[in-house]
């Protein structure tokens, strides 16, 4: 495969790493650390004698430290809401965001967080799950909106360009593995289709904004009923609506996923609505995800998350996209 692989260093590589920035940091913070998973950046546990901490180890090349002050700048303003999200720790210097040299003489960036309680869902979660995070996205939505960000706020842009073309943030769909080249034709056919529908639906103040942009199941925390949001790594300027096709990633062909959308669309109008515009875009919102987490597979092809989907992920996204294109329903569940 041509693709460009996320990030060279090997797990031994970049837990060595964590260690060296970890000492940057009082002693209270200090304790055993443990690598729990690798996406666009490494994250890592620490447990210490009175409390859990977070640590996220950033690659190479995906955001600037502005980026990152900034994602902390809205995580900060929605804590102050009473908004339960992650909140970073400065260093011993006073740094939130710390850089570490690295032998090639390229940098990287790293944010330690408290720790946020809760568990991981599966795809066996109870529906009512995304209920509750329909409500959370809400409420996120009506922050995004009312807050005044400050001027020096910088976040990535997520568009139809950056998520899905070749200029997308997360690289090509053509080089997904286990996607045959036959099947190109009717997914670039399938990606028309969603860039007119895009550019129709346009980017009003309304429907166009900060999202968290990743709101999967891997980026959810169940915890005594209620269900807590993590990880706004990839936070950034989208369309709000994007948040609902996030929530399924990698799920949209499983027989679950649209119970999963009712109850998140149940729990979102608990808090905020969404008018016919918004639910018409929906089908064209979903199939983007899904391109673009195809195309993210090809890139990330050695992650774990990668592997798990198996052989048949490329062509059940496929099928979705030929769902799409029939029009008949939104391009989720089995056949």
């Known amino acids: 495969m041509s693709t460009e692989q996320y990030d060279p260093l090997t797990d031994r590589q970049i837990t060595r790493l964590a260690h060296q920035l970890l000492t940057h940091y009082p002693e209270i913070y200090q304790g055993e650390l443990t690598l729990l998973c690798r996406s666009e950046n490494a994250t890592f546990k620490i447990v210490t004698p009175k409390q859990n901490y ?19 700048l809205w995580l900060d303003a929605l804590g102050e809401a009473g908004i339960l999200v992650p909140q970073a720790i400065p260093n011993k210097l006073g ?34 799950a995304f209920f509750e995070l329909g409500k959370i996205t809400a409420q996120l939505h009506q922050h995004a909106r009312q807050w005044k960000r400050p001027d020096t706020f910088k976040r990535i842009i997520w568009n139809h360009q950056t998520m899905v073309t070749d200029q997308a943030h997360w690289g090509k769909w053509q080089e997904a593995p286990h996607l045959k080249a036959s099947d190109h034709e009717i997914i670039k056919t399938a990606m028309d289709h969603v860039a007119h529908a895009m550019q129709d639906y346009g980017q009003s103040p309304q429907r166009y904004g900060l999202i968290h ?31 609902l096709a996030a929530a399924i990633s990698f799920n949209e062909h499983l027989k679950q996923a649209p119970q999963w959308i009712d109850q998140w669309l149940n729990g979102y109008e608990q808090i905020a609505h969404l008018d016919d515009d918004d639910l018409d875009i929906l089908p064209s919102m979903i199939i983007q995800r899904r391109i673009q987490m195809l195309a993210w597979t090809g890139t990330h092809a050695d992650t774990e998350m990668t592997r798990s989907l198996g052989t048949n992920w490329a062509d059940e996204s496929v099928r979705l996209c030929h769902l799409y294109l029939e029009q008949e329903a939104l391009p989720v569940g089995v056949s």
């Not at 850089?99 to 529906?127: K, Y």
């Not at 709101?215 to 609506?241: A, E, K, P, S």
């Open 54 to 72: 977070a640590m996220r180890l950033h690659r190479i090349g995906y955001h600037d430290k502005i980026d990152i002050e900034s994602e902390l």
């Open 95 to 128: 740094e939130r965001v710390q850089s570490i040299s690295l032998d090639d003489g390229s940098s990287r960036f790293a944010v330690l967080f408290h720790w946020v309680d809760g568990q991981m869902p599966t795809i066996e979660v109870d529906p009512k």
């Open 213 to 243: 942009a990743d709101l999967r199941l891997t980026n959810l925390l169940l915890h005594h009923g209620q269900t807590r949001v993590i990880d706004f790594d990839d936070c950034g300027m989208g369309w709000f609506i994007h948040d």
